[in-house]
């Protein structure tokens, strides 16, 4: 059972950067596949950006942020993190870090549905 924490969720202005890291308990975590989520209210939970191992660390994007938020791991540390930069009103809402110990085709690097393990959020908001 990996249990993930995410930290670093802040009140940003318009245009302003953040970086989000999620912390894994797992020690065999290097091998997993790992994804930021975001859920604004009133809205279903969409894909911010994910990271494979097995295809050497294979990023996906979604495209409201592509070229704005970098994914990245260490794995010395068991933790991923989510640099976003000009971040826009849109942004806001709880960021969530998930994780699965399968290899994900990149298709679907971004649904829900394959990750297995969730943490419990961090809110992110963003002043105009």
């Known amino acids: 059972q990996v249990q993930l924490k995410e930290s670093g969720g802040a009140s940003v202005e318009n245009g302003g950067s953040l970086k989000l890291s999620c912390l894994a308990s797992e020690y065999t975590y290097q091998t997993y596949s790992l994804a930021w989520f975001r859920q604004s209210p009133g809205e279903k939970r969409e894909g911010v950006a994910a990271?494979?191992?097995?295809?050497?660390?294979?990023?996906e994007y979604a495209d409201a942020v592509y070229k704005r938020c970098a994914i990245s791991r260490d794995d010395a540390k068991k933790t991923v993190y989510l640099q976003m930069n000009d971040l826009k009103p849109e942004a806001p809402g709880i960021y969530y870090c998930?994780?699965?110990?399968?290899?994900?085709?990149?298709?679907?690097?971004?649904?829900?549905?394959?990750?297995?393990?969730w943490g419990q959020g961090t809110q992110v908001t963003v002043s105009a």
């Open positions: 990271i494979d191992r097995d295809r050497n660390d294979q990023t």
């Open positions: 998930a994780a699965d110990p399968h290899a994900i085709y990149s298709w679907k690097m971004l649904r829900d549905d394959p990750y297995k393990f």
